[in-house]
């Protein structure tokens, strides 16, 4: 039923539009086209220039989650790890591509950037640290994820979670 009726409006949509194209002169037509081409144009530069490389990195971003294989993500937590890992990218301690920041300390994860790699606020209890922590674990472990490289991503967490009970609880 759907099918007939979504064919029905597509068979009126192309007829008006035929219909169109056949009493408008080619003038019209032209400048018509021209028009339509230029304000596309601006808004794809607008939508472009606020998005900037959000757009072109968040795609980027799902299909390498799905080439890795994590399993049991949900889209929000895909979105968050891709937050962390922008973050970790712009302050040095993490690259997709080369192996320099595996030997990098602990030392230098402040105590704000832990509560944001483990997606918890100040003031929280040692457990909800501990349990924030074992829940990113249980779906970034290299030990859950064979087949894909997060060995990285499992000690940055770890890096996290002692920070936060060094300082908060120790």
Request: proline share 2%.
């Amino acid at each position: 039923m759907n099918i007939f009726v979504t064919g029905i409006l597509i068979f009126a949509l192309v007829y008006v539009i035929l219909n169109y194209f056949a009493k408008t002169s080619s003038k019209k037509l032209a400048k018509g086209v021209r028009n339509l081409i230029i304000i596309i144009s601006l808004i794809l530069a607008v939508v472009l220039l606020i998005g900037g490389r959000l757009l072109f990195s968040l795609p980027l971003f799902f299909l390498a989650m799905s080439a890795l294989k994590i399993k049991g993500l949900t889209a929000f937590q895909i979105w968050n790890l891709w937050r962390v890992l922008n973050y970790l990218r712009s302050t040095g301690r993490f690259s997709y591509f080369s192996q320099t920041n595996q030997t990098r300390s602990s030392s230098n994860l402040s105590l704000n950037e832990a509560y944001k790699i483990l997606g918890i606020k100040k003031g929280c209890s040692k457990n909800e640290v501990i349990k924030a922590c074992n829940n990113l674990q249980k779906k970034l472990h290299p030990d859950a994820n064979p087949s894909s490289n997060t060995e990285r991503l499992s000690q940055i967490i770890n890096e996290a979670k002692e920070t936060v009970l060094r300082n908060d609880f120790g």
